[in-house]
């Protein structure tokens, strides 16, 4: 019966009981007479045979010295009960440390090789442990400890051969005839048909423990017994690449090897394996010497040997991207260029490159785009110097990976989608208006964020309802969530939400499938990006690391850095040109900031005039008396846009706004006293004001202050402005008396988006641009009458309306690149409109949200301010790092 606290073993007095089964119970004790804490395992039991393996504990502990196997301190007899007392040790076994889910590759091999050294010197001394689990293997503060050699069989000693087995000595067998020993999933098939077993039994019960420690599945599973035992005769386990990625590319070739099912293709001693185990840690970088002939090389199978093949060729690879690598601990770096003619692109947002890396390591997704033509998602292999582009992802954005690598999803056209790399067409998901990342897991889940000021939401990777998965609280100041990425596990997720009215709501945030509720895990202005037991973040441009217990969910220790020149976007997004796979590799890109220059021209497109510096340029406005024009810079150090003012004579420029926080769209009141602009510095882009030299403040009459909000015009008597707002659909056009009186209302709303809206100069008439048709048009609508019929100005496409000040011609830019005069009247009760006729091709920026303008017409009609891309003189790379976890180990 159980012992209770203070009952005495000879010198041992018992304390807490601290486990039992099939060979006994154990306790806590206190050894009086040496004042130390013990463990005491107790056979209660008078069964001779259980009596006969319980002495064999204690003959084949004592035998064993070793740092990674539990010291024996004493043999001790108390009545009918026999007992050993054994080091306590504080800690969890491996199996408990399973539960929460796979070690980390290097801390599992590492693990390994304790395990193997302590296999080794106990089939040295003639013992076998044949029970090997993770239930008997402690992982303690100070080491891994092997435990229970209670169904060792013991032999006499015999020298090691290298490459030969170990010679059997015939004992009496143990067992009766059918009768098997040991647990089941981590059985041999030798031991499961109950025939003789040596050391190459454990060689595979090893390999079913390693292949658990790094997916944290058994090799062998089934729903019964006799299941089981057919696997582990019969059949192979999963491949640990489809399961654990990051693992080094011999570990699977040396569990392969455990778990053959012929013992004699087996490792043939523990002392080969734990080499091996060694060499799959160092990534045999460089060739063995050739003095190096060690036993565990002559015992390689073919599989072994073409799996250092591969890895060797892969190394090769390697250094053609990295002629400098000097050493295995170096860390090693090269470039990825787009093809000639494509350039990276910050379409349809982000000023920062847009990439991901496949699960496996092995290809690059980017954003990019040929001059002209639409933003596409790009892959390029990393052992390969090609590109291409996949079809039906024009206008994409923020590509990210599905689990198994085999598609990419992304947002366009308001939407989130996926397409098959391997070909096929493009399938809608959901809608996504503002799409800002997503992440695919392994069992079809994808969590994104697919509207501005609103939570995480999910989706089937085949589609349908789409459902919130976080709690998004605006009253308490959250402005935005976005970037969620899925840990390990496939339930957790990160995300970034910003805050404007706390600090402290401001970072990483940890949530969760199965609730809503999240944790803040790391505070800072960006994204984080998971991978390895480490958080990628960017602090101003430089790509940092700082270790995160992926099971506790907390940060520790101190950031290391990795590289510089990384790619940011907009402190209001905190988006991050970073991204990283499991097995091994990341990649950043720099900011992508396309630069253009403002163009005089005259109605036959001649240039007039010297254009301006090429700098990177949005929203020219003119002022009302056609002196001054304001427009957006984007410093391509910060990502950030500033207004500006351009003395249209002396071409001076003047810094209007300083603010760390993006400021653009300006617009100015009729008589040039006020201007009015959007600014993320709230925490999501609102209306601001400001007025001569006063300072720039929140406009008191702004709406609805939860969304993104941006102001376009203000109409010729000052009493209104127009201003267009992000929604679950798209964008909307509103309007907002500037007297104070009344509220604001919405003047063009649906499922698709309205933008650019302008009022005609007799304030009767809205010009603006919608995607209603599929494709952006102009349209025109009466104005201030809602929701009436609209006339259609464009011809095949069109956006960026402006009228003539006189309201006699209307302009666009058609989907052409070509700049459209439109003949109209619009003061008469009917709008009529004529035929469009092209003035002179442009060259302006790609439309993308929020869409901004990209020109400006004086007051007569005969010249136009045109924002023109100005080409690139270099193409911008994306860095790939290899072995970049060197660093953190310094």
Same mark, same amino acid.
Request: charged content about 20%; glycine content about 8%.
């Given at each position: 019966m159980p012992l209770t606290p203070g009952t005495r073993l000879g010198a041992f007095r018992i304390e807490t009981p601290l486990g039992a089964g099939g060979m006994g119970e154990v306790y806590k004790a206190k050894d009086t007479r040496l004042d130390r804490t013990v463990a005491i395992k107790?056979?209660?039991?008078?069964?001779?045979?259980?009596?006969?393996?319980?002495?064999?504990?204690?003959?084949?502990?004592?035998?064993?010295?070793?740092?990674?196997?539990?010291?024996?301190?004493?043999?001790?007899?108390?009545?009918?009960?026999?007992?050993?007392?054994?080091?306590?040790?504080?800690?969890?076994?491996?199996?408990? !440390?399973?539960?929460?889910?796979?070690?980390?590759?290097?801390?599992?091999?590492?693990?390994?090789?304790?395990?193997?050294?302590?296999?080794?010197?106990?089939?040295?001394?003639?013992?076998?442990?044949? /029970?090997?689990?993770?239930?008997?293997?402690?992982?303690?503060?100070?080491?891994?400890?092997?435990?229970?050699?209670?169904?060792?069989?013991?032999?006499?000693?015999?020298?090691?051969?290298?490459?030969?087995?170990?010679?059997?000595?015939?004992?009496?067998?143990?067992?009766?005839?059918?009768?098997?020993?040991?647990?089941?999933?981590?059985?041999?098939?030798?031991?499961v048909e109950g025939r003789d077993t040596d050391a190459r039994t454990d060689m595979f019960a090893f390999g079913c423990v390693l292949y658990e420690m790094l997916t944290a599945k058994k090799a062998f599973e089934g729903r019964t017994q006799a299941s089981v035992i057919a696997a582990?005769?019969?059949?192979?386990?999963?491949?640990?690449?489809?399961?654990?990625?990051?693992?080094?590319?011999?570990?699977?070739?040396?569990?392969?090897?455990?778990?053959?099912?012929?013992?004699?293709?087996?490792?043939?001693?523990?002392?080969?394996?734990a080499t091996a185990l060694r060499w799959s840690i160092e990534g045999a970088q460089t060739a063995a010497p050739a003095t190096a002939k060690s036993s565990w090389l002559r015992t390689l199978g073919v599989g072994m040997l073409a799996a250092i093949v591969v890895l060797v060729a892969g190394v090769a690879v390697v +250094? !053609?991207?990295?002629?400098?690598?000097?050493?295995?601990?170096?860390?090693?770096?090269?470039?990825?260029?787009?093809?000639?003619?494509?350039n990276l692109r910050p379409a349809p947002v982000a000023s920062a490159a847009q990439l991901a890396l496949s699960p496996d390591g092995r290809s690059l997704a980017f954003v990019a785009a040929t001059k002209g033509g639409p933003s596409q998602v790009w892959i390029r292999p990393l052992d390969s110097m090609q590109a291409h582009p996949l079809a039906g992802?024009?206008?994409?954005?923020?590509?990210?990976?599905?689990?198994?690598?085999?598609?990419?999803?992304?947002?366009?056209?308001?939407?989130?989608? !996926?397409?098959?790399?391997?070909?096929?067409?493009?399938?809608?998901?959901?809608?996504?208006p503002s799409g800002r990342g997503? @992440?695919?897991?392994?069992?079809?889940?994808?969590?994104?964020?697919?509207?501005?000021?609103?939570?995480?939401? +999910?989706?089937?990777?085949?589609?349908?309802?789409?459902?919130?998965?976080?709690?998004?609280?605006?009253?308490?100041?959250?402005?935005?969530?976005?970037?969620?990425? %899925?840990?390990?596990?496939?339930?957790?997720?990160?995300?970034?939400?910003r805050s404007s009215l706390q600090s402290d709501q401001q970072g990483t945030y940890l949530a969760s499938l199965d609730s809503p509720d999240k944790r803040l895990v790391l505070e800072g202005g960006s994204r984080s990006v998971y991978v390895a037991g480490q958080l990628l973040f960017v602090r101003e441009g430089i790509l940092f690391a700082q270790a995160f217990d992926d099971f506790a969910y907390r940060t520790s220790g101190e950031p290391v850095r990795l590289s510089d020149g990384v790619g940011y976007w907009s402190s209001a997004f905190a988006y991050t040109a970073v991204t990283a796979s499991s097995a091994g590799v990341i990649a950043h890109g720099p900011n992508v900031v396309m630069t253009t220059s403002l163009h005089w021209r005259d109605r036959a497109g001649a240039i007039i005039g010297s254009p301006t510096p090429s700098r990177a340029y949005s929203s020219p406005r003119l002022s009302p008396d056609q002196t001054t024009a304001l427009v957006a810079i984007t410093d391509a150090t910060t990502t950030q846009p500033d207004l500006w003012s351009l003395a249209l004579v002396r071409g001076t420029t003047a810094r209007v706004t300083s603010d760390p926080a993006s400021d653009w769209f300006p617009v100015w009141s009729p008589d040039g006293s006020r201007l009015f602009f959007g600014s993320g510095r709230t925490g999501r882009t609102t209306i601001f004001q400001k007025a001569?030299?006063?300072?720039?403040?929140?406009?008191?009459?702004?709406?609805?202050?939860?969304?993104?909000?941006?102001?376009?015009?203000?109409?010729? /008597?000052?009493?209104?402005?127009?201003?267009?707002?992000?929604?679950?659909?798209?964008?909307?056009?509103?309007?907002?008396?500037? @007297?104070?009186?009344?509220?604001?209302?919405?003047?063009?709303?649906?499922?698709?988006?309205?933008?650019?809206?302008?009022?005609?100069?007799?304030?009767?008439?809205?010009?603006?641009?919608?995607?209603?048709?599929?494709?952006?048009?102009?349209?025109?609508?009466?104005?201030?009458?809602?929701?009436?019929?609209?006339?259609?100005?464009?011809?095949?496409?069109?956006?960026?309306?402006?009228?003539?000040? /006189?309201?006699?011609?209307?302009?666009?830019?058609?989907?052409?690149?070509?700049?459209?005069?439109?003949?109209?009247?619009?003061?008469?009760?009917?709008?009529?409109?004529?035929?469009?006729?092209?003035? %002179?091709?442009?060259?302006?920026?790609?439309?993308?949200?929020?869409?901004?303008?990209?020109?400006?017409?004086?007051?007569?009609?005969?010249?136009?301010?045109?924002?023109?891309?100005?080409?690139?003189?270099?193409?911008?790379?994306?860095?790939?790092?290899?072995?970049?976890?060197?660093?953190?180990?310094?």
């Open positions: 107790i056979l209660p039991s008078a069964d001779l045979e259980l009596k006969a393996r319980f002495d064999r504990e204690a003959r084949a502990i004592a035998a064993l010295q070793h740092p990674h196997i539990c010291t024996l301190y004493d043999v001790g007899h108390e009545g009918d009960a026999d007992y050993l007392v054994l080091e306590y040790l504080e800690g969890e076994t491996l199996a408990e !440390r399973l539960t929460r889910g796979p070690l980390k590759p290097e801390e599992a091999i590492e693990t390994a090789i304790d395990v193997a050294d302590a296999l080794d010197k106990a089939h040295v001394a003639g013992i076998v442990h044949r /029970d090997l689990k993770p239930g008997n293997i402690m992982v303690t503060k100070g080491g891994v400890k092997l435990l229970d050699f209670g169904l060792a069989k013991l032999r006499p000693p015999a020298p090691v051969v290298s490459g030969l087995a170990m010679t059997e000595t015939r004992e009496n067998p143990i067992t009766g005839q059918g009768t098997i020993l040991g647990t089941l999933h981590y059985m041999s098939p030798e031991q582990i005769l019969e059949r192979e386990p999963a491949p640990l690449a489809t399961l654990q990625p990051m693992a080094p590319p011999l570990a699977d070739a040396i569990v392969r090897k455990c778990l053959a099912k012929n013992a004699g293709d087996r490792w043939q001693n523990a002392a080969d394996l +250094r !053609r991207f990295w002629p400098t690598a000097a050493a295995p601990s170096a860390s090693g770096r090269f470039e990825v260029l787009p093809p000639a003619g494509v992802t024009e206008g994409a954005s923020f590509p990210f990976w599905s689990y198994d690598g085999n598609f990419i999803g992304f947002f366009a056209a308001a939407k989130l989608k !996926r397409v098959d790399i391997r070909g096929g067409t493009p399938q809608t998901l959901a809608d996504a997503g @992440s695919w897991n392994r069992d079809g889940v994808i969590v994104f964020s697919g509207q501005a000021n609103a939570p995480i939401t +999910r989706v089937s990777a085949s589609g349908g309802t789409v459902t919130p998965v976080t709690i998004f609280t605006p009253d308490q100041g959250v402005s935005t969530q976005y970037w969620p990425q %899925f840990l390990p596990d496939g339930r957790h997720f990160l995300f970034y939400q001569g030299v006063s300072p720039e403040e929140v406009f008191v009459d702004s709406v609805n202050m939860a969304v993104a909000t941006y102001p376009i015009d203000v109409s010729a /008597d000052g009493r209104f402005l127009l201003y267009q707002q992000s929604t679950s659909r798209g964008y909307d056009l509103g309007v907002l008396s500037l @007297s104070g009186a009344g509220r604001p209302s919405q003047f063009v709303e649906g499922p698709t988006n309205e933008v650019q809206g302008r009022f005609s100069p007799n304030q009767r008439w809205i010009a603006y641009a919608s995607d209603e048709s599929g494709k952006f048009e102009v349209y025109v609508r009466p104005f201030p009458a809602q929701n009436t019929q609209s006339t259609t100005i464009s011809i095949a496409g069109g956006m960026q309306p402006e009228w003539r000040r /006189d309201g006699k011609e209307l302009f666009y830019i058609s989907a052409d690149g070509k700049l459209m005069a439109v003949p109209v009247i619009s003061d008469q009760s009917a709008f009529t409109a004529g035929a469009p006729a092209a003035l %002179f091709d442009v060259e302006v920026p790609e439309p993308t949200a929020p869409y901004s303008t990209d020109y400006a017409v004086t007051a007569d009609g005969r010249r136009f301010l045109v924002n023109t891309v100005v080409d690139q003189p270099t193409r911008p790379a994306l860095t790939v790092i290899l072995n970049w976890t060197a660093p953190l180990s310094k």
